[in-house]
């Protein structure tokens, strides 16, 4: 769109420059962050003037207003700035211009919009029969979307405290319709909104479980599509339901990513009205470099004394755990999930894998007696009503908040705990109660989670045990990733020989187009072996950036850009110790 405008300037059509520049801003607002929401707007600002399209510049001022606003804590309402201060006069000047409806719509969609956010949902309802007038001449225009959709939270949020009228209930009712219709002819940018919709109404038909769930989803499709606005709302409204169930402990986790999303956003007014809220509790997560930083220095400064280094015994524990290059990935997989059982002591296992943007058991053990002498009846006291209630072998409530708080859950009783007792899993549940959930990474990256039931006469899992049991789950998820890539690579081979392709030389089969140093053939025979960043560096004796330039190095010169398909190439070019 911005090149469609610039292009249209340069050779002089200025009303399709002016189409493209007012689609561009539109688009932007809510896809981008605040910052660079307010850049585009600069610079569009400076081909509007040569345009003379009123509109176009009419909106962009109204719209800078707005991001004005936003940064400023004090922000609750969007106020249309005036000379004299009067908002009803600038009001009526815009009502007498001959685009004047078009703009009353846009002001009627922010003042919608910022009433909700800031919690007077009242006022959002108001300021959306405001707009009723003014819809025919906006109904081009994406404002129409906005607006609807917050004046659905508002009313939703309104009938926890009154009774809306037939009026209301009516314009409830249409209005998620409406975003069903465009749902369908759209899921990609409307889905996660309906979503959010549904959970907010909350029709008798759904249960509390599919509340939770619909909250879920939206949040991860809003997050994953960078829809700010819808991010941020969603995680908020799912806070303020936990709350009011009286579910602190997770509604805080659910306020924490609500302040995390708003801050991405760029809306300080919105993070300003939280931290008043809430205090200083609610804190941005650590930027990168700092993140880093803390990283190498943390382990350090936490280690207690006369323990032996954790990340030397994890190392050594890895290395032990290296398998020859022709072993059978299944078989390797196997022995990995089978160390897991035996180092755990659980009665019942399961490895879930992040993939394909939801939770997938990767492996279960489903607590039989044990070919190593170990006690049957010890084995078996995880679960004896033989099956998963929900039939996917793990508590989906639980794993799912141990991935997003990304930190070991554990209870001595589950059905106990208010958060997860009421998962359908553990419906018939006979065990002693004693479960945990581990997250795991690959890569610094989140790849799944760990999911184990104990006898009740487990002891409670110590640090450097879980940290094992991690290691051991990474390496498991690392071979079922590695074992993918190399089977998508054989079906592919097989699919162009039976097309009958040219059989030409593959360019990559002489090696790298430039060869690897000796320092990055080092790393990579580490990175083959599922070592992380951090745990080369520590071998090698430099630091994880280090390790960081020699990997991107890797992946340049072997045209890959994961670690398993640098090893799979590597694998190919015979790169690889065997």
């Given at each position: 769109m911005w090149e469609a405008s610039r292009v249209c300037v340069e050779s002089g059509d200025y009303v399709f420059g002016s189409y493209a520049l007012g689609g561009l801003i539109n688009m932007s607002y809510g896809n981008f962050p605040l910052p660079k929401f307010d850049r585009i707007l600069r610079r569009s600002l400076q081909i509007s003037e040569l345009t003379n399209e009123e509109l176009v510049y009419t909106n962009i001022m109204i719209y800078r207003q707005l991001c004005d606003q936003l940064r400023s804590p004090d922000c609750r309402n969007f106020m249309l700035g005036a000379e004299d201060g009067d908002e009803a006069r600038a009001l009526e000047e815009v009502g007498r211009q001959e685009i004047g409806a078009v703009t009353l719509y846009q002001i009627y969609t922010y003042k919608t919009q910022l009433h909700y956010l800031f919690g007077n949902a009242e006022e959002a309802i108001r300021c959306a029969r405001l707009a009723d007038p003014y819809e025919v001449s906006a109904v081009q225009s994406p404002h129409k979307f906005v607006l609807r959709f917050y004046e659905t939270l508002a009313l939703a949020s309104a009938a926890?405290?009154?009774?809306?009228?037939?009026?209301?209930?009516?314009?409830?009712r249409d209005r998620q319709r409406e975003f069903a219709r465009y749902a369908r002819m759209s899921p990609e940018r409307f889905g996660h909104s309906l979503k959010l919709m549904r959970a907010e109404i909350r029709g008798p038909e759904f249960t509390e479980s599919d509340v939770m769930r619909l909250y879920d989803e939206a949040i991860d499709l809003a997050s994953r599509k960078r829809d700010?606005?819808?991010?941020?709302?969603a995680c908020e409204c799912a806070a303020a339901y936990y709350q009011r169930q009286d579910r602190r402990r997770i509604a805080a986790v659910y306020w924490q990513e609500a302040y995390e999303a708003y801050d991405r956003w760029g809306i300080e007014a919105k993070c300003a009205d939280l931290r008043g809220r809430?205090?200083?509790r609610l804190m941005p997560r650590a930027t990168g470099e700092a993140a880093a930083a803390a990283e190498e220095t943390g382990p350090v400064a936490r280690q207690p004394a006369g323990f032996p280094d954790d990340e030397q015994w994890l190392l050594r524990l890895k290395e032990s755990l290296s398998f020859p290059a022709d072993l059978d990935f299944e078989q390797t997989k196997s022995l990995l999930w089978d160390r897991i059982i035996r180092l755990s002591q659980a009665s019942y296992g399961c490895l879930v894998a992040w993939r394909d943007e939801e939770l997938r058991v990767e492996r279960r053990w489903n607590g039989a007696p044990r070919v190593d002498g170990g006690s049957g009846a010890a084995r078996t006291g995880g679960r004896?009503?033989?099956?998963?209630?929900?039939?996917?072998?793990f508590?989906?409530?639980?794993?799912q908040y141990a991935f997003r708080i990304d930190q070991p859950v554990q209870t001595e009783n589950v059905l106990e705990d208010d958060l997860f007792r009421d998962d359908p899993y553990f419906r018939g549940y006979k065990g002693s109660g004693t479960v945990c959930c581990l997250p795991v990474h690959l890569h610094e990256e989140p790849a799944g989670v760990l999911y184990l039931e104990f006898p009740a006469s487990a002891h409670p899992l110590q640090d450097q045990r879980r940290h094992a049991l991690t290691v051991l789950s990474a390496q498991t998820l690392f071979y079922a990733r590695l074992a993918e890539t190399l089977r998508a690579q054989a079906v592919g081979a097989e699919a162009e020989a039976s097309a009958g392709q040219s059989a030409e030389a593959d360019p990559y089969e002489a090696g790298p187009f430039v060869?690897?140093?000796d320092r990055e053939y080092e790393v990579l025979q580490l990175i083959s072996q599922g070592l992380t960043n951090k745990e080369i560096a520590i071998q090698l004796g430099v630091t994880p950036g280090t390790v960081k330039v020699?990997?991107?190095n890797i992946f340049n010169k072997l045209n890959v850009n994961r670690r398993t398909q640098a090893i799979a190439q590597a694998r190919r070019l015979k790169l690889l110790d065997s």
């Open positions: 926890r405290t009154r009774e809306l009228s037939d009026a209301e209930q009516r314009r409830l700010w606005h819808v991010w941020a709302v809430f205090g200083q004896r009503n033989g099956g998963r209630a929900n039939g996917e072998g508590p989906r409530s639980m794993a060869p690897l140093s020699h990997t991107h």
